[in-house]
């Protein structure tokens, strides 16, 4: 009896004596963890939530809207600017379609909530992007800054394409634009 104790004791004692030695590595392990997510995190910024679960694919894929009735200054302006309710009424006033996310539009609306939309692409406010220079006047394609946000059937968390200096940089260079500081700093 007190042998069979003593044998379980002693097994205890080194399991906890195992775990004693090992307690530094898995300390060191949560630890790296916590600060590559971190480091994650902050690359990538916070989620950022949206009033609806907007369907980008619905409205231009299969209704054939183009981005600039909704993106009304892409064209023109450095904001390309995002739609709000008044443009969502000029079809959800009525209702539109089967779904449940439709109705909820329908029923927003009709209790005056203005739909405000918030921004997924973001740049600090010391530099100097306009839509109207790279858009009406390079002709670029909108998935070329912003991937397959067309084709999205509810709104991203996050930015599809991180666009940082490197990415302004990477095309200016092989396209034999501005590298000056202050051309997109001012
Ligand atoms: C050369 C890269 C580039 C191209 C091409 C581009 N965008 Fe953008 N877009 C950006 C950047 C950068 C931002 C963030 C701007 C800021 O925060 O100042 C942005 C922001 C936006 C926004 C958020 C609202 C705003 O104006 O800040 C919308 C909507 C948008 N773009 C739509 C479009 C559409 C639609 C097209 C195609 C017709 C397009 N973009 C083409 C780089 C681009
Ligand atoms: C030109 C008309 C039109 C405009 C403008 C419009 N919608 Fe829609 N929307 C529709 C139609 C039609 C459907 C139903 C399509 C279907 O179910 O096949 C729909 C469906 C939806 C759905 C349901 C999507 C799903 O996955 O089932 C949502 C959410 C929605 N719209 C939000 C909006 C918001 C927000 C705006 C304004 C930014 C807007 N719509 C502007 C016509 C429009
Ligand atoms: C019927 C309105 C509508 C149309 C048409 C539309 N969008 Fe949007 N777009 C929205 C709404 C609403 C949001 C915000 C919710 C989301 O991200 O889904 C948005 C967000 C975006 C964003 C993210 C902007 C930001 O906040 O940084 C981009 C980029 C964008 N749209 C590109 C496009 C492109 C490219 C097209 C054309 C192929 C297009 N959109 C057509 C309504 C529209
Ligand atoms: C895919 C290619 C591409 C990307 C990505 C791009 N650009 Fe450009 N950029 C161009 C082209 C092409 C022009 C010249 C347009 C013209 O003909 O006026 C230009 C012009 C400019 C100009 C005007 C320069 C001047 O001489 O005054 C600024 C400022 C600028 N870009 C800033 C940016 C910023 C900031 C970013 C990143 C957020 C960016 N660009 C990303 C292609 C690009
Ligand atoms: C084609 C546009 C462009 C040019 C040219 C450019 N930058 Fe930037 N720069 C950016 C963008 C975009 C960011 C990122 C802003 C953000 O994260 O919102 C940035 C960010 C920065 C930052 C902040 C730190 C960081 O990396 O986010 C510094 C500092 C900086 N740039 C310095 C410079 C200097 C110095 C030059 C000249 C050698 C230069 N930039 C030229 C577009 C440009």
């Known amino acids: 009896?007190?042998?069979?104790?003593?044998a379980i004791r002693g097994l205890r004692s080194g399991t906890s004596g195992?775990?004693?030695?090992?307690?530094?590595?898995?300390?060191?392990?949560?630890?790296?963890?916590?600060?590559?997510?971190?480091?994650?995190g902050v690359r990538r910024g916070p989620a950022v939530p949206q009033p609806v679960a907007f369907n980008h694919r619905k409205h231009t894929e299969d209704l054939g809207l183009n981005c600039?009735?909704?993106?009304?200054?892409?064209?023109?302006?450095?904001?390309?600017?995002?739609?709000?309710?008044?443009?969502?009424?000029?079809?959800?006033?009525?209702?539109?379609?089967?779904?449940?996310?439709?109705?909820?539009?329908t029923e927003l609306l009709s209790q005056?909530?203005?739909?405000r939309f918030n921004k997924l692409f973001r740049l600090a406010p010391h530099v100097f992007y306009t839509h109207r220079r790279h858009v009406a006047i390079a002709g670029?394609?909108?998935a070329t800054c912003h991937?397959?946000?067309?084709?999205?059937?509810?709104?991203?968390?996050?930015?599809l394409v991180q666009v940082d200096m490197d990415f302004c940089m990477d095309c200016h260079r092989e396209q034999q634009q501005t590298l000056e500081c202050n051309a997109c700093h001012r």
């Open 18 to 40: 195992a775990i004693r030695r090992s307690a530094p590595y898995i300390a060191l392990a949560v630890l790296l963890l916590v600060v590559v997510s971190l480091l994650l």
């Open 147 to 159: 991937g397959a946000i067309a084709e999205t059937e509810r709104p991203p968390r996050r930015a």
């Open 68 to 105: 600039e009735f909704c993106h009304v200054y892409v064209k023109k302006g450095a904001h390309a600017g995002l739609p709000g309710a008044e443009t969502c009424s000029v079809c959800h006033d009525s209702p539109q379609g089967t779904s449940e996310e439709a109705a909820r539009v």
């Open 112 to 115: 005056g909530d203005p739909l």
């Open 1 to 6: 009896m007190s042998e069979k104790w003593s």
């Open 140 to 142: 670029l394609e909108c």
